[in-house]
């Protein structure tokens, strides 16, 4: 892990703190090539999981009736999928709600910043240790945005079998397996995925009233909350 700089954001500066920041990757070559960024975020959830830092994990699933990737609960590193970056809504909050008592201590999830506030309400309020790493977000899309993908290549919904949104090197791109055995691949820049995911028109609403320091704010108000 090689250090690349520092940020501080608006709420830090005003606090004299700042983020460190680094480059890395995983070491193992496989998960790198197939997971988005580097394998990051893979490479320490299954770290934790087989040091017991974590003995729950949030992993994803991908469900080829929806087309749409599920949120699932995992208790060793044996069981993680990788799904790569996933552009379409996903409703992890009302998962771990619905499946709390299933949830062995430590937990360990990815999140969007703006589902880290109530990620940590809800584990907090049921005592769960928790470490929830926080992504890096330009905007989520609605499943919308996936169709209309579809439509513009020619494709209907019956033919798809399978899609990944990102992994398979950098910088990847859009891969869509067929019914009939045909791969599809939609480059990540410059593309009629680019342009419809930049378009905003299938944006969630919430993403036009995004605040980049929400989940700090948050983690300075919940450690001020936990001292009164």
């Not at 250090?3 to 005003?14: L, Q, V």
Request: aromatic content about 12%; some cysteine; glycine content about 4%.
């Amino acid at each position: 892990m090689e250090r690349f700089g520092s940020y501080r954001s608006n709420a830090e500066k005003t606090m004299n703190n700042e983020y460190l920041t680094f480059l890395g990757y995983s070491p193992l070559d496989d998960l790198r090539w197939r997971a988005t960024s580097g394998g990051v975020c893979s490479g320490i959830i299954k770290y934790m999981l087989d040091t017991e830092k974590a003995r729950t994990a949030l992993s994803f699933t991908f469900n080829q009736e929806t087309l749409r990737y599920e949120p699932q609960l995992i208790h060793g590193s044996s069981d993680y999928l990788i799904a790569s970056s996933i552009y379409h809504e996903v409703k992890i909050i009302d998962y771990v709600k619905l499946h709390i008592q299933e949830i062995q201590e430590p937990f360990v999830c990815t999140a969007l910043p703006c589902q880290v506030r109530p990620l940590k309400v809800i584990l907090s309020q049921n005592h769960i240790e928790h470490y929830i790493i926080s992504l890096v977000c330009s905007s989520q899309q609605s499943f919308a945005a996936t169709e209309y993908l579809f439509s513009r290549l020619g494709l209907q919904v019956s033919e798809v079998k399978r899609i990944q949104y990102r992994g398979n090197g950098w910088p990847s791109g859009i891969q869509i397996e067929t019914m009939e055995g045909k791969t599809i691949h939609i480059p990540n820049l410059d593309s009629v995925w680019t342009r419809i995911f930049h378009s905003r028109l299938f944006c969630m609403d919430r993403c036009f009233f995004c605040n980049p320091d929400i989940e700090l704010y948050w983690s300075l108000f919940e450690k001020s909350f936990r001292r009164s």
